[in-house]
């Protein structure tokens, strides 16, 4: 696959939205799509999801990319070195994390370069946001 270079054009950015699991969440979270599609019509938007989440959203119009990361990578680090170099090689702009856990910032930190944003929750490893926001409230 023929990834395009990082966004030069604002109206075009290079986006990755992390929802890793919970199918009904998941599916939920797909309504970002339309927003986002919206806004900048001719964005590149990838999602990451875990292999077994992954094939809900193959398929989607709204999505130029489903990355699928196995649940195994969660637990080797040379896993996660492997997904940091192909995330940061995607140079995305904006990385959405839009779950609230631990793991999905994780996730969304090794998007190196990019702007992360998500949501404020208990969890640890909120600081690996550049911008965090409530969930459930006004923006």
């Known amino acids: 696959m023929t990834v395009p270079p990082r966004a030069r054009d604002p109206e075009a950015p290079r986006i990755l939205i992390v929802r890793l699991s ?16 919206r806004r900048w019509p001719g964005a590149w938007i990838a999602w990451l ?13 709204r999505l130029n990319e ?4 196995p ?14 170099r192909e995330l940061k090689s995607r140079r995305f702009d904006w990385a ?5 856990l631990a793991k999905s910032y994780l996730m969304t930190a090794l998007a190196s370069g990019a702007t992360r944003i998500g949501f404020t929750s208990r969890e640890p490893l909120q600081f690996l946001l550049d911008h965090a926001f409530p969930k459930g409230g006004d923006i």
């Not at 489903?66 to 990361?69: E, G, H, P, R, Y």
């Not at 990578?73 to 896993?79: D, E, M, T, V, Y």
């Open 22 to 37: 919970a199918m009904g969440d998941l599916v939920f979270a797909t309504s970002l799509l339309d927003g986002l599609r």
């Open 71 to 84: 649940r195994s990578a969660l637990r080797s680090p040379a896993a996660l070195w492997r997904l940091r």
């Open 96 to 100: 959405i994390e839009a779950q609230g």
């Open 49 to 61: 999801a875990h292999t077994s989440f992954a094939p809900l959203l193959q398929g989607d119009p």
């Open 66 to 69: 489903v990355i699928a990361l």
